[in-house]
């Protein structure tokens, strides 16, 4: 018994000092982050690579949930004769909840895992190291680069992937019914306001920042060769994604809080 108390107050103390160093570590971004001197040049392409080479993977995703997400729906409002509401329904799940969560998972696991893949591979080559005799800030220009720019192009595929979503139901129900275009349109921006758009938009930088301090936590604590490598890598998407997942919940009642005239 009291080998097992032993074990789980050790287990416990390892989880509270690796939260207490990802919080350090994600303070230490926030502060350094807003600070010149910005390496734009390593920013832009930390945005290209997270961001624009993410756009065929969200946009193919919510078309895909815009067809699965307009089928059940309509599956469901037919028994009250509410057909009629199906774009709007559809447009407003998408840009209130569906569409800012699903892009965060999505970038969670595309590039979550490849930044605690590539940092933790120079983390155990001993490149990181390099920088640092070089008098380069390896802090600022591997880790602050990539949370900035995760940070910058979550909110922009979350877009993308509302309108893919909304595309995407527009094209199941134009093979249902035969919709027009602008009719769907219509219908699908009726009930959706500026308000409905802007804070879950807005909450994905939240999501953008977890995914890139964590993975680059996990990147530069990598240790143990190849097999750390790989264990940052997993390590990136799961906690990341438990983090945006746990994380919402916190930020949906804070929208609840600040708009509540609004409906939420």
């Not at 490149?127 to 070089?134: F, H, K, P, R």
Request: charged share 15%; hydrophobic share 55%.
């Amino acid at each position: 018994m009291r080998l097992w108390l032993e074990r789980i107050g050790a287990g416990a103390v390892a989880i509270l000092a690796w939260c207490g160093g990802l919080s350090i570590f994600a303070g230490r971004a926030l502060w350094v982050g807003w600070r010149p001197p910005f390496e734009w040049a390593e920013i832009g392409r930390q945005i290209y690579d997270i961001g624009w080479r993410s756009v065929p993977l969200i946009a193919t995703s919510g078309l895909a949930i815009g067809v699965v997400l307009s089928m059940h729906t309509r599956a469901s409002l037919e028994r009250f004769g509410a057909e009629a509401m199906i774009p709007a329904g559809l447009a407003i799940a998408l840009v209130r909840e569906t569409g800012p969560l699903t892009a965060g998972l999505l970038l969670a696991g595309r590039v979550g895992a490849g930044i605690g893949a590539e940092l933790g591979a120079m983390r155990v080559t001993e490149q990181i190291d390099a920088l640092e005799a070089t008098a380069v800030d390896s802090f600022r220009y591997l880790a602050v680069t990539r949370i900035l720019a995760c940070t910058v192009s979550l909110p922009l595929l979350t877009v993308v992937m509302d309108f893919a979503g909304i595309v995407g139901g527009f094209l199941a129900e134009t093979v249902i019914t035969n919709m027009s275009f602008q009719l769907y349109f219509t219908r699908a921006f009726s009930l959706v306001e500026f308000h409905d758009f802007i804070p879950p938009t807005v909450k994905t930088a939240v999501f953008g920042f977890l995914i890139a301090t964590v993975a680059s936590y996990l990147g530069f604590e990598t240790t143990g060769g190849t097999e750390g490598v790989g264990q940052a890598s997993t390590r990136s998407v799961v906690i990341s994604s438990i983090l945006i997942i746990a994380i919402n919940v916190i930020l949906v009642r804070l929208i609840f809080f600040l708009f509540p005239e609004n409906g939420w």
